[in-house]
C-alpha cells in the first residue's frame, strides 16, 4: 500500500516541533504511524548525532523500494529518545531523502537513550526466509538465482558489485519470470548428478539458456548432469573435466568463473564447435549466450 493511499488516515508532521508535539502527549514511551515527508526525514538527521557509519548500500536498496512503490509498513520504527535524538532508522531516513518521496512508517517516541545499545541485535530476514515464509518450494535456490538473474540483469556481468535486490524486488522477478523456479529444480537436480557446479550458477544458466532454446536447454542440462552419449572433443566433456580438475586443486571456484564456464560451452555447443580444453580468462566478464 503507498504512502498515497495511506496518506490522509495518518498525520504528516511538516516541522520537528510538529512531531515533538505528537510524540510527547502520552508522556512517556508512544509509537505513532505517520507519513514521513522528506523535508521531516533531512531535520531528524539533524539530531542523528550517535549512530553507526551509514551503509550506502542499504540506503540504496531502501530508495529502490520507495520509488518503486514497494515500501512496506511491516511495523519497523523510527526510534527517538526523550529528547528527540534518533536511536534507529538513520538508513531509511536517508532514503526518503534521497527518494525524495513521502513514505508510511511507524516511529517511536520517549525511548531512554541507553536502549540504543539493544536495538538492530537480531539476524535480518533474507529473501530465502521471506519464500519460506511464503512456503515457496526450494526457497534457498531460487532466492539464490533470483539475487543472481537480477545482478545479471542490473548489467553486472562480473558479478562483483556489492549491490543485492530487495526482498520486494526479488519477489517482483518471479512473478514476472515464474520459469524460474524450474531452473532451480533442475539445477537442484543436475548437482545431484553432477556436485561440481553451484545450483545458483546452474539455475542462472538454465533461465539464460531456456529463454533461447528450450529443447537444447533441456538436453544440455541432462548431458552436464551424466556425460553419456559425448563423443571426444565435446564442450559438455571438457566443462565436466575443467571444473572437476580445478576443483580438486583449488578446493574452490569463484562463483562468476562457474557461469562463464557454463555460458562458454553452451556457445561451444549451439555453434557445434569441438572444445578439448575449456579456457576462460581471470577476471575476464561472464561472456553473452547465442
Known sequence: MSAATLAPAYPAPKTLRELDGLLSNSGGPSAHIIVLHPQLASRLLRRNTKNRNVRAA????YVRDI???TWPLNGEAIKLDVQGNVL???HRLYAVVKADEPVTTFIVGGLPPETQATMDSGLRRTTADALSLAEESNATTVAAILRRVWTWQQGDRKFTRRISPTTAESKALLVKHPEIR????IAMRTRAAFPHIPQSALGTAHFLFNAIDPDQCTWFFQRLGDGVELSSG?????LRARVTSERAKEGQ???ARHLAYLVSTWNAVR???PLTRLVVRPEAPVPNPK
Open 67 to 69: 520509488q518503486a512503490n
Open 182 to 185: 524450474r531452473s532451480a529444480e
Open 234 to 238: 565435446h564442450p559438455i566433456l571438457a
Open 58 to 61: 542499504a540506503v540504496e536498496d
Open 271 to 273: 555453434e557445434d564447435r
Open 88 to 90: 534507529d532508522g538513520q
Open 253 to 255: 571456484i569463484a562463483w
